[in-house]
Nanobody, 126 residues
Framework: QVLLAESGGGLVQTGGSLRLSCVAS????????MGWFRQAPGKEREFVAA????????YYADFVKGRFTISRDNAKNTAYLQMNSLKPEDTAVYYC???????????????????WGQGTQVTVSS
């Protein structure tokens, strides 16, 4: 069983930056990929970014390209999401997700991730 714990959320002004962290514990050697999703009030959970655990293949949603950067530190079992040039529409609860079944397949589909963190709130004020 893999446990995921996010941190790093908070309140920031438009144009500001935050770095989210997701620490994995438990059966981390089984992980094939980590992803970040977000969910705003009244909206569905949406894909933000994903990274494969071994080769580090990276994928982004179009709306964050050039502003967000996903990375991982295998030695620390940690994935990061560096968020720059934040906008009010980035306000949401951000979730870290992991999969031990899929690497590159269906990386935007939240149902293709077996493990989830508790979420961290990101609020961008205008």
């Amino acid at each position: 069983q893999v446990l995921l714990a996010e941190s790093g959320g908070g309140l920031v002004q438009t144009g500001g930056s935050l770095r989210l962290s997701c620490v994995a514990s438990g059966g981390t050697f089984n992980l094939l990929r980590m992803g970040w999703f977000r969910q705003a009030p009244g909206k569905e959970r949406e894909f933000v970014a994903a990274i494969t655990w071994s080769v580090g293949a990276i994928y982004y949603a179009d709306f964050v390209k050039g502003r967000f950067t996903i990375s991982r530190d295998n030695a620390k079992n940690t994935a990061y999401l560096q968020m720059n040039s934040l906008k009010p529409e980035d306000t949401a609860v951000y979730y870290c997700a992991g999969s031990a079944r899929y690497s590159q397949y269906a990386y935007t589909d939240p149902q293709k991730y077996e493990y989830w963190g508790q979420g961290t709130q990101v609020t961008v004020s205008s």
